[in-house]
T-cell receptor
Framework: GAVVSQHPSWVICKSGTSVKIECRSL??????MFWYRQFPKQSLMLMAT?????????EQGVEKDKFLINHASLTLSTLTVTSAHPEDSSFYIC?????????????FGDGTRLSIL | DQQVKQNSPSLSVQEGRISILNCDYT??????FLWYKKYPAEGPTFLIS?????DKNEDGRFTVFLNKSAKHLSLHIVPSQPGDSAVYFC????????FGTGTQLKVEL
C-alpha cells in the first residue's frame, strides 16, 4: 500500500533553532501534501496545504513566515519551523494523496515529535 | 468552530462485543467522511470511508452509517478485538480533511 515517510520522528532542540521536517511519498506521486499539528489530547489541526511547484496555502491563524513549506518535487514536501520556541512544541504530521487517485484517502506519515527547550 | 465533533472521549468494550463510535458534524458540504485509527506515536491509518450520497458502507468487521438528516455518523466494529484498541478519528472532507477530537477505544479481554 501507499507509504508516506516522515523524518525525523523526534527532535529536541534549543529555543531559537530552526527545524526542518521532511515528508516523502515513497511509492506514489503527490501534487498535494498536507501538514497537521496535534497538541496533547486535541485533534489534528490542518496547518497548511502544500502544493507542488507553487506556494502553500495556510489555514487561518498559522503564520506563514514561521512555518515555511516547500514542495519542490512530486514526492517531497518540507516544513521548517523557524526560530522555534517552547510553544511550538507539538506533534507534526504530514499526509499525502496520490496524484492519480484523487478520490482515495490521504495517507499519513508517522509524525514528528518536536520538543523545544 | 468545530465542524466535526466526537463527544465521547473514550469507550471501553469487551472483546467480542460491538463497539459503536459516534460522530456529529455541522458542515453539510462535506463530500465524504472517513474514519482513521491512530496508535500512540504513529500517524493515523485509514480505516473506512463513506460518500455523502450513501447511508452505509461495510468492510469486514467495520461498518459506517451516515444519517444526513441528523448530521451524524457512526462506526460499528463487530466483533471487537484487543488490537482494535486505539484512538479513532472521524473526518469530514472534500479536498481538505476536518478531524474530530477522537475517541479512545479500549477493547478488554
Amino acid at each position: 500500500g501507499a507509504v508516506v515517510s516522515q523524518h525525523p520522528s523526534w527532535v529536541i532542540c534549543k529555543s531559537g533553532t530552526s527545524v526542518k521536517i521532511e515528508c516523502r511519498s515513497l511509492d506514489f506521486q503527490a501534487t498535494t501534501m498536507f501538514w497537521y499539528r496535534q497538541f496533547p489530547k486535541q485533534s489534528l489541526m490542518l496547518m497548511a496545504t502544500s502544493n507542488e511547484g507553487s506556494k502553500a496555502t495556510y489555514e487561518q491563524g498559522v503564520e506563514k513566515d514561521k512555518f515555511l513549506i516547500n514542495h519542490a518535487s512530486l514526492t517531497l514536501s518540507t516544513l521548517t519551523v523557524t526560530s522555534a520556541h517552547p510553544e511550538d512544541s507539538s506533534f507534526y504530521i504530514c499526509s499525502a494523496r496520490d496524484h492519480f487517485e484523487s478520490n482515495q484517502p490521504q495517507h499519513f506519515g508517522d509524525g514528528t515529535r518536536l520538543s523545544i527547550l | 468552530d468545530q465542524q466535526v465533533k466526537q463527544n465521547s472521549p473514550s469507550l471501553s468494550v469487551q472483546e467480542g462485543r460491538i463497539s459503536i463510535l459516534n460522530c456529529d458534524y455541522t458542515n453539510s458540504m462535506f463530500d465524504y467522511f472517513l474514519w482513521y485509527k491512530k496508535y500512540p506515536a504513529e500517524g493515523p491509518t485509514f480505516l473506512i470511508s463513506i460518500s455523502s450520497i450513501k447511508d452505509k458502507n461495510e468492510d469486514g468487521r467495520f461498518t459506517v452509517f451516515l444519517n444526513k438528516s441528523a448530521k451524524h455518523l457512526s462506526l460499528h466494529i463487530v466483533p471487537s478485538q484487543p488490537g482494535d484498541s486505539a484512538v479513532y478519528f472521524c473526518t469530514g472532507g472534500g479536498n481538505k480533511l476536518t478531524f474530530g477530537t477522537g475517541t479512545q477505544l479500549k477493547v478488554e479481554l
